[in-house]
């Protein structure tokens, strides 16, 4: 996924202007890629094209669904996690380069993520044959996911700023920012990328161990990868309030809240290798 966060002013076409430009595409038989249509559900407003209506019904309910799990477990972090929460979900009816398609989404964030708004493609835009990291169909499993990972980076960004002072979400290596989110998309979803998906992460870094390593600090090849699971075993061994805690450390860096959290990199590599060979699935419970 890609991210920007913004300051300042953010200047957006309009509606009016987006239907304007749809009447040409219209005219020209070209399919639709700019919402040219909006509704609103419980947390989001929802731009979408009127040939992409069903999904964008479908991609609203995904997302109050992630939202509603995800503001469950952070609200004893932030009371007012979901206070003046201005969500808008773009869906697009193509791919368009730097915003959304296949492997991509894209969120734009300002005002510590008091405000935002999400780019992904329509489910019925993705291509049939294209398959994840972890070879399964970008269906309607993989659709709610990546919503959910998407709108997991505001609610910890809103989190770590709400705390008053200590390092910020986006401050963090990326291993940890990609593999937090991942882990929020694939938990607070479907059952099948709980119980399935989460899973082939874990098998795929058994059979490339290079993917995380603690040679002289913390190394992860891929950030969406081993980040990912990496994230998995700080919650599955270490459980969600050792997490929490280091989520809302008032120390300066990352990197501080961590060591001071987790203890030393060789007890963690200890336990990490011992979790990584074991043949069994993560308990996700603590």
């Known amino acids: 996924m890609v991210r920007a966060l913004i300051t300042g002013v953010f ?4 509606l009016a202007a987006v239907t304007a430009a749809q009447a040409v595409t219209a005219a020209s038989g070209l399919t639709q890629t700019q919402p040219d249509h909006a509704f609103a559900s419980k947390y989001c407003r929802i731009e979408y094209t009127a040939d992409r209506k069903a999904d964008a019904r479908e991609l609203a309910a995904d997302a109050d669904d992630s939202l509603d799990r995800m503001s469950s477990e952070l609200a004893p972090l932030d009371p007012h996690l979901m206070d003046d929460f201005d969500c808008t979900i773009v869906q697009l009816g193509s791919p368009e380069p730097g915003l959304a398609s296949d492997g991509q989404s894209h969120t734009d964030s300002w005002n510590g993520g008091q405000r935002f708004r999400v780019f992904v ?3 019925s835009s993705t291509s049939p044959s294209s398959r994840t990291i972890v070879k399964e169909p970008k269906d309607g499993d993989y659709v709610h996911k990546n919503i959910a990972d998407e709108l997991s980076s505001v609610l910890l960004e809103r989190v770590t700023r709400a705390k008053g002072r200590g390092w910020y979400f986006q401050n963090a290596p990326d291993w940890f920012v990609q593999g937090i989110e991942g882990y929020f998309g694939l938990t607070h979803s479907t059952a099948h990328s709980r119980d399935v998906t989460l899973p082939k992460y874990i098998a795929l870094v058994q059979s490339h161990p290079e993917q995380v390593s603690f040679a002289n600090g913390i190394h992860v090849g ?14 599955d061994v270490y459980g969600s309030e050792r997490v929490n805690v280091l989520l809302m450390s008032p120390k300066q860096t990352f990197d501080q809240a961590f060591l001071e959290n987790f203890g030393d990199l ?7 290798s011992e979790w990584i060979a074991a ?4 308990s996700l419970s603590k």
């Open 11 to 14: 200047a957006t076409l309009s």
């Open 266 to 272: 060789d007890s963690l590599r200890k336990k990490y």
């Open 222 to 235: 891929n950030p969406y990868i081993g980040g990912l699971v990496l994230v998995t075993f700080l919650y």
């Open 279 to 282: 043949e069994h699935m993560p």
């Open 121 to 123: 493609l329509a489910r």
